[in-house]
C-alpha cells in the first residue's frame, strides 16, 4: 500500500520516496494515537517550550 509523502523543498505532494527535484520526501499522516501514550507529557512540554521560544504563548 502507498501512501502520499510531501517534500521539504519544494512543497510537492507525491506518491514516490524522493520528490522529482531530489530530495527526499516525508509521510504525510499524522502518528497513531493510543491512549496510554507514554511520552504525551514530554511532547506537549517540548511543544510549549517551541511556541514560547518563539513568542506565541
Known amino acids: 500500500m502507498k501512501h502520499i509523502h510531501k ?10 520516496e524522493v520528490c522529482d527535484c531530489g530530495n527526499k520526501t516525508l509521510l504525510t499522516r499524522p502518528l497513531k494515537f493510543t491512549p496510554d501514550d507514554k511520552f504525551g507529557s514530554y511532547r506537549r512540554k517540548a511543544k510549549i517550550d517551541e511556541y514560547s521560544k518563539r513568542g506565541l504563548l
Open 7 to 16: 517534500c521539504t523543498h519544494c512543497n510537492k505532494y507525491t506518491m514516490k
